[in-house]
């Protein structure tokens, strides 16, 4: 996690995953970074959507900041040993030792090569769900509308968003 002390322009320099969509219903672009859950933007070009992103990634930083919460790093700074304590039920670790048994190679080599399938597997489907997410947000898009300084929905909760404003 980032330690607090970067302003908001100078964490955006680092290498996050910034993931810009062509939203073909409506011929505009969605952009989101990946580490920041939530943090998505809209534009009628690539670079407008991009620009966006920019202010929207600013703006949720300052928001998690007033939040208390830790910036994530970048996925790509985070380190993995490789190495992961596994606990499964007796019938599925039986199983698995059989087969990778059967297979001659070690209980561990067997693991790694089913992860590693499913992980493939999962690829495909996680296109499929960044879609579901995009069809979600043409949906909520049409039921919110805001023309307005996004600093004027600091401390507001997204229900109090949602609701007219009192007279």
Request: glycine residues 8%; contains cysteine.
């Amino acid at each position: 996690m980032n330690s607090g002390k970067e302003n908001a322009r100078e964490i955006l320099l680092r290498p996050y995953s910034r993931v810009l969509i062509p939203d073909h219903d409506t011929g505009t672009y969605v952009a989101f970074i990946l580490e920041f859950p939530g943090c998505v933007a809209q534009g009628d070009t690539p670079e407008e959507a991009y620009r966006n992103l920019e202010a929207a990634a600013q703006s949720w930083i300052e928001a998690a900041r007033d939040l208390g919460q830790a910036i994530p790093l970048p996925s790509s700074e985070e380190s993995y040993s490789g190495r992961v304590l596994l606990r499964l039920p007796r019938s599925l670790h039986r199983r698995a030792a059989e087969l990778a048994r059967r297979d001659r190679v070690s209980l561990n080599q067997f693991i790694v090569a089913a992860v590693a399938e499913r992980l493939g597997a999962a690829k495909a489907s996680g296109e499929v769900g960044v879609h579901r997410s995009l069809a979600r947000f043409r949906e909520l898009r049409g039921k919110f509308h805001w023309e307005g300084n996004l600093d004027e929905l600091r401390g507001r909760t997204p229900r109090e968003v949602g609701k007219p404003e009192k007279p």
